[in-house]
């Protein structure tokens, strides 16, 4: 089915002179989302603006794809919702754009009982809230849910539109949100002992936390609010929260962000590998067919993690360049990307390791991502063993599988142990329900449907002891039992099959995402996330620091999920770059 909106490749550019000055105003390095919004941004503001990406296409995780061989379905192959992205940059950059709001915000068949469980219906009035909580019995927490969202309501407003703002200061954002005990519960004091506080029952405990927990491996009581940080994010977008449905999947909104860019004058090159970038210069060096290029920019914006942006900073100064391409390692073999400090390697002889803490050494300092994506495609949705919730109610908003407050806490323990969890903590969202367009005009009058699982506590560091492409069979089993547990079918009777008779079943590890997307330990943040505002020591004399988008050198600034408030498909790390390049003078 062919996608207008898709991103696609362009022609390779031409071999600059070795011996030119600057001949470019910006160059972006990788065309993710947030390297389009900045390409767009710095165009339409009349820079030369050059972006090199590695792939045959943009778009990075925000892209559609065709998934299953000769299965005319489109989906969201790794991100795939919307939340953070903020209007101004849709209505700044002429974006076409459309957002499916979502009525029922979950669902959450009961581990203990699932012939109930807890539907949460926004359109739902105050009584038929209270009995939706009293089904799973924790009618005592009814109330104490409105509270909370009350308080996560206030925080969105107040902190929401801060993102495409110079950094506020702690304090500063402390103000905005008005309510010390606010403050206290969502960002002072670890989320799991605010929810434990919060709420009585253990499955409303898990529907809360979660939020913490997408792609962060924490315990959610751990003083270093790892798990704060994440739930900020997931509470404040749009400053409501909700997470809506991108009409025609995701690559709908990288490939109106391409357009915008290329619109504006922006030249994205695709097929072009980064190899190198000097600070002092500005001279970023390339492989495209077969042959090194290199062009000369006053400013280069990396839209890669921080690790890979430290490699192509110290490969300017290689003898060999083009050894440092920043490709990923394959799943069992050392790692390409260089930890940020000299430390111990697995091959030194001195060192005495077992195979499994040799693979652990030799990605230290790679972030870790703690998550796997499962795709399917199913001829229709499988009956609940909960006979009072439709399926489509159910799946229509996020689908919470195994994720009692408890189940979370054990799940975590047994992947901090090196074992994956049993079982496995899943969240399901179904695109087709509300948005069909992603289907071929066959599918789309069948009751065909999509699902999407993200499983929780699901650490890079699995891969290193069982093997990729055995963790890979493993999470996929894990997925299923999961699903089957709180089903009144198997879930492999409604599986749709591809051209070659295959279960339509996609598995992406976190060493998939590293070797497809360049996101080191598979972390879909690039790394750690950070507050949305400057602590009281942070420098802010430059528009790179104002603005969280600053690195160690004044010619290279961050426009990736990296940066301070970066992270998601938000645009905002994009914009930020964008903004603190227009703000300061080129070097």
Same mark, same amino acid.
Request: overall charge negative; hydrophobic content about 45%.
């Given at each position: 089915?062919?996608?207008?909106?898709?991103?696609?490749?362009?022609?390779?550019?031409?071999?600059?002179?070795?011996?030119?000055?600057?001949?470019?105003?910006?160059?972006?390095?990788?065309?993710?989302?947030?390297?389009?919004?900045?390409?767009?941004?710095?165009?339409?503001?009349?820079?030369?603006?050059?972006?090199?990406?590695?792939?045959?296409?943009?778009?990075?995780?925000?892209?559609?794809?065709?998934?299953?061989?000769?299965?005319?379905?489109?989906?969201?192959?790794?991100?795939?919702?919307?939340?953070?992205?903020?209007?101004?940059?849709?209505?700044?950059?002429?974006?076409?754009?459309?957002?499916?709001?979502?009525?029922?915000?979950?669902?959450?068949?009961?581990?203990?009982?699932?012939?109930? @469980?807890?539907?949460?219906?926004?359109? $739902?009035? &105050? #009584?038929?809230?209270?009995? !939706?909580?009293? /089904?799973?019995? *924790?009618?005592?927490?009814?109330?104490?849910?409105?509270?909370?969202?009350?308080?996560?309501?206030?925080?969105?407003?107040?902190?929401?539109?801060?993102?495409?703002?110079?950094?506020?200061?702690?304090?500063?954002?402390?103000?905005?949100?008005?309510?010390?005990?606010?403050?206290?519960?969502?960002?002072?004091?670890?989320?799991?002992?605010?929810?434990?506080?919060?709420?009585?029952?253990?499955?409303?405990?898990?529907?809360?936390?979660?939020?913490?927990?997408?792609?962060?491996?924490?315990?959610?009581?751990?003083?270093?609010?790892?798990?704060?940080?994440?739930?900020?994010?997931?509470?404040?977008?749009?400053?409501?929260?909700?997470?809506?449905?991108?009409?025609?999947?995701? @690559?709908?909104?990288?490939?109106?962000? $391409?357009? &915008? #860019?290329?619109?504006?004058? !922006?030249?994205? /090159?695709?097929? *072009?590998?980064?190899?190198?970038?000097?600070?002092?210069?500005?001279?970023?060096?390339?492989?495209?067919?077969?042959?090194?290029?290199?062009?000369?920019?006053?400013?280069?914006?990396?839209?890669?993690?921080?690790?890979?942006?430290?490699?192509?900073?110290?490969?300017?100064?290689?003898?060999?360049?083009?050894?440092?391409?920043?490709?990923?390692?394959?799943?069992?073999?050392?790692?390409?990307?260089?930890?940020?400090?000299?430390?111990?390697?697995?091959?030194?002889?001195?060192?005495?390791?077992?195979?499994?803490?040799?693979?652990?050494?030799?990605?230290?300092?790679?972030?870790?991502?703690?998550?796997?994506?499962?795709?399917?495609?199913?001829?229709?949705?499988?009956?609940?063993?909960?006979?009072?919730?439709?399926?489509?109610? &159910?799946?229509?908003?996020?689908?919470?599988?195994?994720?009692?407050?408890?189940?979370?806490?054990?799940?975590?323990?047994?992947?901090?142990?090196?074992?994956?969890?049993?079982?496995?903590?899943?969240?399901?969202?179904?695109?087709?329900?509300?948005?069909?367009?992603?289907?071929?005009?066959?599918?789309?009058?069948?009751?065909?449907?999509?699902?999407?699982?993200?499983?929780?506590?699901?650490?890079?560091?699995?891969?290193?002891?069982?093997?990729?492409?055995?963790?890979?069979?493993?999470?996929?089993?894990?997925?299923?039992?999961?699903?089957?547990?709180?089903?009144?079918?198997?879930?492999?009777?409604?599986?749709?099959?591809?051209?070659?008779?295959?279960?339509?079943?996609?598995?992406?590890?976190?060493?998939?995402?590293?070797?497809?997307?360049?996101?080191?330990?598979?972390?879909?943040?690039?790394?750690?996330?950070?507050?949305?505002?400057?602590?009281?020591?942070?420098?802010?004399?430059?528009?790179?620091?104002?603005?969280?988008?600053?690195?160690?050198?004044?010619?290279?600034?961050?426009?990736?999920?990296?940066?301070?408030?970066?992270?998601?498909?938000?645009?905002?790390?994009?914009?930020?770059?964008?903004?603190?390049?227009?703000?300061?003078?080129?070097?």
């Amino acid at each position: 089915m062919p996608d207008a909106a898709q991103p696609t490749s362009v022609s390779p550019s031409p071999a600059h002179d070795q011996g030119a000055a600057h001949d470019h105003d910006v160059v972006i390095v990788g065309g993710g989302h947030n390297g389009l919004t900045a390409a767009a941004y710095l165009a339409r503001a009349g820079k030369r603006v050059l972006l090199l990406e590695r792939d045959d296409h943009l778009g990075g995780a925000a892209v559609s794809a065709q998934a299953f061989d000769g299965v005319d379905a489109r989906l969201s192959r790794y991100s795939y919702l919307v939340s953070l992205l903020p209007q101004r940059i849709i209505d700044d950059l002429g974006l076409d754009v459309g957002l499916v709001r979502r009525r029922f915000s979950s669902y959450t068949p009961d581990p203990r009982d699932p012939s109930r @469980g807890l539907l949460v219906d926004v359109e $739902a009035d &105050a #009584a038929a809230a209270r009995d !939706a909580f009293a /089904r799973v019995g *924790a009618a005592d927490d009814a109330d104490a849910w409105q509270a909370f969202y009350a308080d996560t309501a206030r925080v969105a407003e107040a902190l929401f539109p801060t993102l495409t703002e110079p950094l506020p200061t702690r304090d500063e954002a402390r103000g905005l949100v008005g309510d010390d005990r606010v403050w206290t519960d969502l960002i002072e004091r670890p989320l799991g002992e605010t929810v434990d506080a919060r709420f009585a029952d253990d499955l409303v405990r898990g529907v809360v936390a979660t939020d913490g927990l997408i792609g962060t491996f924490t315990d959610l009581g751990d003083a270093s609010l790892d798990a704060n940080r994440c739930f900020l994010y997931h509470v404040i977008g749009g400053g409501t929260g909700d997470w809506d449905v991108p009409v025609g999947g995701m @690559g709908a909104v990288s490939g109106e962000l $391409a357009r &915008a #860019a290329r619109e504006a004058g !922006a030249s994205l /090159r695709t097929e *072009a590998e980064v190899t190198a970038i000097d600070p002092d210069t500005g001279e970023v060096r390339w492989l495209e067919a077969g042959s090194e290029r290199m062009a000369r920019a006053h400013v280069v914006l990396a839209n890669v993690a921080p690790v890979v942006l430290d490699r192509l900073l110290a490969a300017s100064a290689a003898p060999d360049r083009t050894a440092a391409a920043p490709r990923a390692a394959a799943a069992d073999g050392p790692a390409a990307i260089a930890p940020r400090d000299e430390r111990p390697t697995a091959t030194d002889p001195e060192v005495p390791l077992d195979e499994y803490a040799r693979r652990r050494v030799e990605r230290l300092g790679i972030p870790e991502g703690a998550q796997v994506k499962v795709n399917l495609l199913l001829t229709r949705l499988p009956r609940l063993r909960d006979e009072q919730v439709a399926p489509e109610q &159910a799946f229509a908003g996020t689908f919470h599988i195994n994720e009692l407050g408890s189940q979370l806490a054990d799940a975590y323990a047994s992947a901090a142990g090196g074992v994956l969890p049993d079982p496995l903590p899943c969240e399901i969202y179904c695109h087709t329900l509300s948005d069909r367009s992603i289907l071929g005009p066959e599918l789309a009058d069948s009751d065909a449907q999509t699902l999407t699982v993200f499983g929780l506590h699901v650490p890079d560091r699995l891969v290193d002891r069982y093997g990729n492409d055995e963790l890979r069979d493993l999470l996929r089993d894990a997925v299923l039992a999961s699903l089957d547990s709180v089903l009144a079918e198997p879930i492999a009777d409604v599986i749709a099959t591809d051209a070659a008779g295959r279960p339509c079943v996609e598995v992406k590890t976190t060493r998939d995402l590293e070797e497809a997307l360049g996101m080191p330990g598979g972390n879909i943040f690039h790394g750690p996330l950070s507050w949305p505002w400057a602590e009281p020591d942070a420098p802010l004399a430059s528009p790179a620091e104002r603005w969280g988008v600053a690195t160690a050198h004044a010619r290279v600034l961050l426009c990736g999920s990296g940066a301070v408030r970066g992270g998601a498909v938000s645009g905002v790390g994009g914009h930020n770059a964008a903004m603190a390049v227009l703000e300061g003078e080129l070097p």
